[in-house]
């Protein structure tokens, strides 16, 4: 089965917790703070590996949840690092963050790696905490939350080459013929339902990759029939073959197919215009293929090369590979729009989510407040709140970011409810 898309879940790793801990070693009285700070979490890192063709293995596990990092221990060992997650990716792979719809990362090459869930820092030890008015803080730090993300995978094609046209006009034929790829053959619309990749050698040698692509129609470029699912696949190819039957059989006019199919292309992406095209006209063995050829070359108004072929008695077949080699060859490959260029190479995309220092207080119908905010969030996880000097710098920290005086500007009074994440707490003045 051919999967293209997919919805999955990723999390980092949390940080692994600091602890409070002291020397005990004989003969060393009064020893000091001796807590070892936690390990990194994991990140979940997608790498790309070639022999992977479509996203199946997302539709059992969509789910993805690195290791912590170890807890801290006594004698200011610290805990180690979680190994980072390694997620295998087919060539061509975009990840997009489902909430914000940026492109996180776009991995084409074998090889090629992009964090996309970040781990938390390890929680800092009590020995940290030291300084010369406290020698012996009883204060240690929880592992900071790995980041938690909902993304959304698109798979890309990776052809040089990419077929368009109408449904049942010789695309999959064409395609059997000069390659070994076995796609699905049948006189019937939408025969080719997923795409197909063949490897094409020409006699001098040479060799390209060719997509047989799901049929398009009218309204493609908003979505009607297969629509979208077709044409994210033709944005990476270089050179579009547009095969176009010129029998006119069921009473089609080929001019007017050309035409339909370059403005669904144009209307989904204006940049897929700036590709090469090579006009293929096929199944010139029928009897008024050779009419419709001549009004089809009067018409047209375009400076694109035209290939007069038969899969059937593989007439024009060596000459339109030669052009279609030597087309690709010629031309650079695209950059899509969240790609840069970078001394040739394309450079890997990816962002994190920033830690905001701005928050939001809202009030429920029981007159309690409701704070929250990704800075504020992030604390509440890393302080210890079983022990007094953690929560009294947890308190100190939130008069720091302003929460106590946006509370008293709201209403809030000696003793009302404040709610952090599921938690409750009184304000106090």
């Given at each position: 089965m051919?999967?293209?898309?997919?919805?999955?879940?990723v999390?980092?790793?949390?940080?692994?917790?600091g602890?409070?801990?002291?020397?005990?070693?004989?003969?060393?009285?009064?020893?000091?703070?001796?807590?070892?700070?936690g390990?990194?979490?994991?990140?979940?890192?997608?790498?790309?590996?070639?022999?992977?063709?479509?996203?199946?293995?997302?539709?059992?596990?969509?789910?993805?949840?690195?290791?912590?990092?170890?807890?801290?221990?006594?004698?200011?060992?610290?805990?180690?690092?979680?190994?980072?997650?390694?997620?295998?990716?087919?060539?061509?792979?975009?990840?997009?963050?489902?909430?914000?719809?940026?492109?996180?990362?776009?991995l084409v090459?074998?090889?090629?790696?992009?964090?996309?869930?970040k781990?938390?820092?390890?929680?800092?030890?009590?020995s940290?905490?030291a300084?010369?008015?406290?020698?012996?803080?009883?204060?240690?730090?929880?592992?900071?939350?790995?980041?938690?993300r909902?993304i959304?995978?698109?798979?890309?094609?990776l052809?040089?080459?990419?077929?368009?046209?109408f449904?049942?006009v010789?695309k999959?034929?064409?395609?059997?013929?000069v390659?070994?790829?076995?796609?699905?053959?049948?006189?019937?619309?939408?025969?080719?339902?997923?795409?197909?990749?063949?490897?094409?050698?020409?006699?001098?040698?040479?060799?390209?990759?060719?997509?047989?692509?799901?049929?398009?129609?009218?309204?493609?470029?908003?979505?009607?029939?297969?629509?979208?699912?077709?044409?994210?696949?033709i944005?990476?190819?270089?050179?579009?073959?547009?095969?176009?039957?010129?029998?006119?059989?069921?009473?089609?006019?080929?001019?007017?197919?050309y035409?339909?199919?370059?403005?669904?292309?144009?209307?989904?992406?204006?940049?897929?215009?700036?590709?090469?095209?090579?006009?293929?006209?096929?199944?010139?063995?029928?009897?008024?293929?050779?009419?419709?050829?001549?009004?089809?070359?009067?018409?047209l108004?375009?400076?694109?090369?035209?290939?007069?072929?038969?899969?059937?008695?593989?007439e024009?077949?060596?000459?339109?590979?030669?052009?279609?080699?030597?087309k690709?060859?010629?031309?650079?490959?695209?950059?899509?729009?969240?790609?840069?260029?970078?001394?040739?190479?394309?450079?890997?995309?990816?962002?994190?989510?920033?830690?905001?220092?701005?928050?939001?207080?809202?009030?429920?119908?029981?007159?309690?407040?409701?704070?929250s905010?990704?800075?504020?969030?992030?604390?509440?996880?890393m302080?210890?709140?079983t022990?007094?000097?953690?929560?009294?710098?947890?308190?100190?920290?939130?008069?720091t970011?302003?929460?106590?005086?946006?509370?008293?500007k709201?209403?809030?009074?000696?003793?009302?409810?404040v709610?952090?994440?599921?938690?409750?707490?009184?304000?106090?003045?």
């Amino acid at each position: 089965m051919f999967i293209d898309q997919t919805k999955v879940f990723v999390k980092g790793g949390d940080g692994g917790n600091g602890i409070v801990a002291y020397r005990r070693e004989k003969y060393v009285p009064m020893g000091g703070p001796a807590g070892g700070d936690g390990g990194h979490g994991a990140n979940v890192v997608f790498e790309v590996e070639e022999g992977l063709r479509t996203l199946m293995d997302f539709r059992y596990q969509r789910h993805f949840k690195a290791p912590r990092g170890e807890h801290g221990m006594s004698k200011n060992m610290h805990g180690k690092n979680a190994s980072d997650m390694i997620v295998k990716v087919p060539p061509g792979t975009v990840v997009m963050d489902e909430d914000t719809k940026e492109v996180i990362a776009d991995l084409v090459e074998h090889g090629q790696r992009a964090i996309i869930a970040k781990g938390g820092r390890g929680g800092r030890g009590n020995s940290r905490f030291a300084t010369s008015a406290n020698p012996a803080p009883e204060i240690a730090e929880n592992g900071e939350p790995g980041q938690e993300r909902n993304i959304v995978l698109e798979l890309k094609l990776l052809a040089d080459a990419g077929l368009v046209g109408f449904p049942s006009v010789g695309k999959s034929t064409l395609l059997s013929v000069v390659s070994a790829a076995r796609p699905k053959i049948a006189e019937y619309h939408f025969t080719t339902i997923v795409p197909n990749l063949g490897m094409v050698e020409t006699e001098d040698g040479r060799s390209f990759v060719m997509a047989d692509l799901p049929g398009l129609i009218e309204g493609a470029s908003e979505g009607v029939g297969l629509g979208h699912q077709f044409l994210r696949h033709i944005e990476r190819t270089r050179v579009i073959v547009h095969v176009i039957d010129m029998s006119g059989l069921e009473g089609r006019d080929p001019y007017e197919d050309y035409l339909t199919i370059n403005k669904e292309l144009q209307e989904y992406n204006l940049r897929l215009t700036e590709r090469p095209q090579v006009i293929v006209a096929s199944k010139m063995d029928m009897p008024d293929s050779e009419e419709n050829l001549q009004n089809f070359k009067e018409q047209l108004t375009d400076d694109y090369p035209i290939f007069p072929i038969s899969a059937v008695t593989r007439e024009g077949i060596r000459e339109l590979l030669y052009a279609v080699v030597d087309k690709i060859e010629e031309t650079p490959e695209f950059l899509l729009e969240h790609e840069e260029e970078e001394t040739g190479v394309h450079r890997v995309m990816y962002k994190h989510e920033s830690a905001q220092d701005e928050f939001e207080i809202t009030r429920d119908s029981d007159g309690s407040f409701n704070v929250s905010g990704f800075k504020i969030e992030r604390l509440f996880k890393m302080t210890d709140f079983t022990r007094d000097e953690s929560i009294r710098r947890f308190a100190r920290q939130l008069r720091t970011f302003g929460v106590d005086e946006a509370l008293r500007k709201r209403g809030a009074t000696n003793g009302v409810t404040v709610r952090i994440l599921e938690y409750e707490f009184e304000f106090v003045e």
